[in-house]
């Protein structure tokens, strides 16, 4: 059996802000197995246990570039160390400047992209001496370049969460949607392109959370697609309720309007990175109840 350490369980709890005696068990019942542990916390405490996929864990901005047509159009994150140099004037003018680059200069890749010329240099160059200069790791991390079917909306939250949406039909609306995706953060247009990991994995914790209940093994698998279907409502953006009229679909909206959308794009800054935070005393109180 895998060992557990106080630091699987203090990234756990974290992750799920499940109690962390439920996280040590969880994660002796899965073997170590981090995945298999949020799942049999979902199971325990519902939703609650996914809260991970929101946390924003690193800083930076997303900057956004639309050609003058509409057709076309560019997204890139680019991190830093804190939220103060994500406000800096010269990170700011970089970050507009990649994005540009990206939509008129098609680059295959951040290597390709961090080789073009920026300000009498490249841009890796122009990075490490404003890494010198402020005294702070930064780095392009990703960056995305679209052709739509119709034109592109877009919507920048704070800085830190970019969407790019192309629609067919109504520009306000197109925008209006933009923010909604920001809002909402659906995963997909439709049910189609939902990964089936996803599915699997809320028909597993569907059919465990009615195990537990009590439920009749004949009924498992009904239950289970009921809240498969509940959970593709809730997590695509034409079947998600829109955020300015609850009352109606962002597929009815859209419809209404003679408007249709092709499809979307959405960055969170860090998403997905876990930021290393140095807190000896949490390390300690986790490893005293391990």
Same mark, same amino acid.
Request: hydrophobic share 45%.
């Given at each position: 059996?895998?060992?557990?350490?106080?630091?699987?369980?203090?990234?756990?709890?974290?992750?799920?802000?499940?109690?962390?005696?439920?996280?040590?068990?969880?994660?002796?019942?899965?073997?170590?197995?981090?995945?298999?542990?949020?799942?049999?916390?979902?199971?325990? @405490?519902?939703?609650? +246990?996914?809260?991970?996929?929101?946390?924003?864990?690193?800083?930076?901005?997303?900057?956004?570039?639309?050609?003058?047509?509409?057709?076309?159009?560019?997204?890139?994150?680019?991190?830093?160390?804190?939220? @103060?140099? +994500?406000?800096?004037?010269? @990170?700011?003018?970089?970050?507009?400047?990649?994005?540009?680059?990206?939509?008129?200069?098609?680059?295959?890749?951040? +290597?390709?992209?961090?080789?073009? +010329?920026?300000?009498?240099?490249?841009?890796?160059?122009?990075?490490?001496?404003?890494?010198?200069?402020?005294?702070?790791?930064?780095?392009?991390?990703?960056?995305?370049?679209?052709?739509?079917?119709?034109?592109?909306?877009?919507?920048?939250?704070?800085?830190?969460?970019?969407?790019?949406?192309?629609?067919?039909?109504?520009?306000?609306?197109?925008?209006?949607?933009?923010?909604?995706?920001?809002?909402?953060?659906?995963?997909?247009?439709?049910?189609?392109? *939902?990964?089936?990991?996803?599915?699997?994995?809320?028909?597993?914790?569907?059919?465990?959370?009615?195990?537990?209940?009590?439920?009749?093994?004949?009924?498992?698998?009904?239950?289970?697609?009921?809240?498969?279907?509940?959970?593709?409502?809730?997590?695509?953006?034409?079947?998600?309720? @829109? *955020?300015?009229?609850?009352?109606?679909? *962002?597929?009815?909206?859209?419809?209404?309007?003679?408007?249709?959308?092709?499809?979307?794009?959405?960055?969170?800054?860090?998403?997905?990175?876990?930021?290393?935070?140095?807190?000896?005393?949490?390390?300690?109180?986790?490893?005293?109840?391990?």
């Amino acid at each position: 059996m895998a060992e557990i350490t106080a630091g699987m369980v203090k990234e756990l709890r974290e992750k799920t802000d499940a109690p962390m005696m439920d996280c040590k068990k969880a994660l002796s019942e899965a073997g170590g197995d981090m995945q298999k542990a949020e799942e049999i916390l979902r199971v325990r @405490f519902g939703n609650k +246990a996914a809260k991970s996929a929101s946390r924003i864990a690193a800083e930076g901005v997303v900057t956004i570039a639309i050609s003058a047509d509409g057709k076309s159009a560019a997204m890139v994150e680019v991190n830093c160390e804190t939220d @103060f140099v +994500a406000k800096n004037d010269d @990170f700011l003018a970089l970050s507009n400047a990649l994005a540009e680059m990206v939509l008129n200069q098609k680059p295959a890749d951040v +290597a390709a992209l961090s080789a073009l +010329a920026y300000k009498g240099a490249t841009v890796e160059a122009f990075r490490t001496e404003l890494v010198g200069k402020i005294g702070e790791n930064m780095s392009v991390r990703r960056f995305v370049r679209l052709d739509g079917q119709g034109k592109f909306a877009s919507y920048i939250h704070s800085g830190k969460i970019g969407v790019l949406v192309d629609v067919t039909g109504d520009e306000a609306l197109a925008r209006d949607v933009a923010m909604h995706i920001a809002a909402s953060k659906p995963k997909s247009l439709d049910a189609s392109g *939902v990964s089936t990991d996803l599915i699997d994995t809320e028909r597993r914790v569907a059919i465990e959370k009615a195990k537990e209940a009590g439920k009749p093994e004949a009924m498992l698998e009904k239950i289970a697609e009921g809240t498969v279907q509940k959970f593709l409502k809730e997590v695509t953006l034409l079947s998600q309720p @829109f *955020v300015k009229d609850d009352k109606q679909t *962002v597929e009815q909206v859209l419809k209404a309007k003679n408007s249709q959308c092709h499809g979307f794009m959405m960055y969170v800054v860090g998403e997905g990175i876990e930021k290393k935070v140095s807190d000896f005393a949490a390390e300690v109180a986790a490893a005293s109840q391990v």
